[in-house]
């Protein structure tokens, strides 16, 4: 049975008011639909003789499916009339109000505005309606306009405002897009041309409601055993995977007798051999906050979460060496990955990371480069392979993520939800188990020891980056300072940087200013104590300033939680000083101190400590522009 999301179309005409253009308009929507409804992405379901009783059926049938409800007719602001002389506002928005994914309703019919209030109450998102009678050609055309662009991928926004320059374009007249937020008054000039409102039911931000899309390709269903799910046993599956890589892992999964441990060591030692990016978000999935160790919706959530930082991490890691290559070749690069720095926080949660990796690693194989971790080149190779399981398994991670941008989540379903999500989660990081030959590590100091006709060495303050169920470390001590590494050649400092081995680093890539160890800035460098809490990814521009997020949870509670973020410039102060203080001062001071300027003294405030990772983003933004 199809699980697509269903658009309804419904149609009423009468007699004693004939309209010539419903028929054409029935037929110009169902035009415009018909490739999404052929390939399964979205279900269209079309009723040209609307009554009352067929419109209670639709909603029964698709109840938990419908996002858009359309409706071309005759109409008011207290009512539509149906093809039986019925369609009361308040009843229509009652059962529309049963619909939980729905994203919006269109009334294409004459004054409409009216209904909008009641539709509000009801808890519908967002509605297209009129505000005064609406030519009948007028509303054929408009409605066709929108829906094309709707289907070709064009957000609410967007598909509202073509379908709005397009009636200016064929029919004349001064107008704009009439876009307005809940309790807004909607002001139309008497001889305006342009009748359609689009109405938001919010009074902050409209971005996700004006940012929603159609979906642009069916989520393809992985085939998850039909057992009875148990959580995390898919994600248990990983380790095989990491068998593969290093058998050294037996040892840790087997006890002395040679039975295989409980599944809860097995899960930790899976969370441990991923860099701590990877390995933190599993753990999240391991414990009892917030519900996590059952299906729900915050399951679903951090699922979601555990694929989009991976995915992110991933790209980072790719990006790290394009850039390399970028500096010592000169090559060229596609602009979006210099875009990256002024990415605004509107885009992040839309950000296609998958095309992104797919991109920069594409740039790096044209320019002949081999790739720092070599075994991308067979993951890119089975990403890009429509008939492998990894391809289905990441288009369906990357469409479960856009219905959570669009709040769609499915709860009814939402056992069967986590366990196709967890099944798709645990294909894509076995791909990647390959980690498991890889260190990431925090480049804490570094000190120069260099005596008197010695060797001069670097003592490193350096510790690998690691998760565990119930412990979270750097090194390989924890609650202890990191002991310090001698080598003969210095590797980047307050870098966080991936290594092939902790004991001999000197081929490595620096992830920074990606990813961030928050304590390598602090003043006790050196210290293991709260590092759990310190490691950040970049997530977006904000202003002149640059955004980071704890990967300690999910992207989607990290956005809530102003402790878990930092700005690049965090920590910077202008120091104050009193009269008392001041005077003396300036008693003490050579005449040539008095006659410093307003700008140097501004000069001597305190720098936030990130100032670096600000200036290195500017670098970044030069060297692939």
């Not at 499915?410 to 980690?435: R, S, V």
Request: glycine residues 4%; contains cysteine; proline residues 3%.
């Amino acid at each position: 049975m199809s699980k697509s999301p269903v658009i309804i179309l419904s149609f009423a005409n009468q007699l004693d008011g004939y309209l010539s253009n419903l028929k054409l308009e029935s037929a110009a929507l169902n035009k415009a639909l018909s490739n999404l409804h052929q390939q399964g992405i979205v279900e269209v379901y079309r009723e040209e003789s609307a009554t009352a009783n067929l419109l209670f059926d639709a909603f029964s049938n698709y109840r938990t499916r419908a996002i858009i409800f359309h409706y071309a007719g005759h109409a008011n602001g207290e009512r539509i009339y149906l093809e039986d002389n019925t369609g009361e506002a308040a009843g229509l928005a009652a059962l529309l109000a049963q619909m939980p994914n729905l994203q919006l309703v269109f009334l294409n019919g004459c004054a409409t505005m009216g209904q909008v209030k009641t539709l509000f109450n009801n808890g519908i998102k967002a509605v297209i309606a009129t505000a005064v009678p609406i030519d009948d050609q007028k509303a054929r055309l408009f409605s066709e306009k929108f829906y094309i662009m709707l289907a070709a991928g064009a957000s609410i926004k967007i598909a509202f405002e073509s379908a709005t320059a397009y009636i200016k374009l064929t029919f004349g007249g001064e107008f704009a897009a009439a876009i307005f937020r809940k309790d807004e008054i909607a002001n139309f000039d008497d001889n305006n041309q342009m009748p359609w409102g689009l109405f938001l039911n919010t009074e902050k931000d409209p971005e996700v409601l004006l940012k929603w899309s159609l979906p642009t390709q069916a989520a393809p269903q992985v085939a998850r055993p039909t057992e009875e799910y148990i959580v995390n046993a898919y994600l248990l599956s990983v380790m095989s995977s990491m068998l593969d890589y290093d058998q050294e892992l037996e040892k840790v999964i087997y006890d002395t007798n040679g039975e295989l441990k409980d599944d809860r060591e097995i899960f930790a030692a899976i969370i441990e051999h991923f860099p701590w990016i990877i390995g933190v978000q599993l753990r999240l999935l391991g414990t009892k906050d917030d519900n996590l160790d059952s299906p729900s919706v915050e399951r679903f959530k951090q699922l979601i979460s555990a694929y989009s930082v991976t995915m992110q991490f991933i790209y980072f890691v790719a990006l790290s060496q394009l850039w390399e290559e970028c500096r010592q070749q000169k090559i060229t690069v596609a602009s979006l990955h210099a875009n990256l720095n002024f990415i605004n926080p509107q885009d992040f949660f839309y950000l296609d990371y998958n095309q992104l990796f797919l991109d920069a690693v594409d740039s790096l194989r044209k320019a002949n480069c081999t790739l720092f971790i070599k075994e991308l080149d067979v993951f890119v190779n089975n990403l890009h392979d429509t008939q492998h399981e990894l391809f289905a398994a990441v288009q369906h991670l990357q469409i479960a993520k856009q219905r959570i941008n669009q709040q769609e989540i499915d709860k009814l379903n939402i056992i069967q939800t986590c366990a196709d999500a967890e099944y798709a989660l645990a294909i894509f990081l076995g791909e990647l188990a390959f980690f498991v030959n890889y260190d990431l590590l925090t480049v804490r100091n570094i000190q120069v020891v260099n005596f008197r006709y010695g060797e001069a060495r670097f003592e490193h303050f350096i510790g690998k980056l690691s998760a565990k169920v119930g412990d979270l470390t750097v090194g390989a001590t924890n609650n202890k300072a990191i002991k310090p590494r001698n080598f003969p050649n210095f590797l980047n400092n307050a870098s966080v940087v991936l290594a092939k081995n902790i004991q001999d680093p000197n081929t490595y890539l620096n992830l920074s200013p990606f990813i961030v160890d928050k304590n390598a800035f602090g003043v006790s460098m050196t210290e293991d104590k709260a590092s759990a809490q310190q490691l950040y990814i970049y997530a977006y521009r904000e202003e002149a300033e640059y955004k980071y997020f704890s990967t300690l949870h999910s992207i989607y509670k990290v956005q809530e939680r102003a402790l878990d973020q930092f700005l690049t410039n965090e920590g910077a102060v202008v120091e104050s000083e009193s009269e008392d203080s001041r005077s003396s001062r300036l008693r003490n001071k050579l005449l040539n101190r008095l006659k410093r300027n307003a700008t140097e003294v501004v000069e001597e405030a305190v720098q936030s400590p990130y100032a670096v990772l600000k200036h290195q983003f500017q670098i970044f933004a030069q060297d692939l522009s």
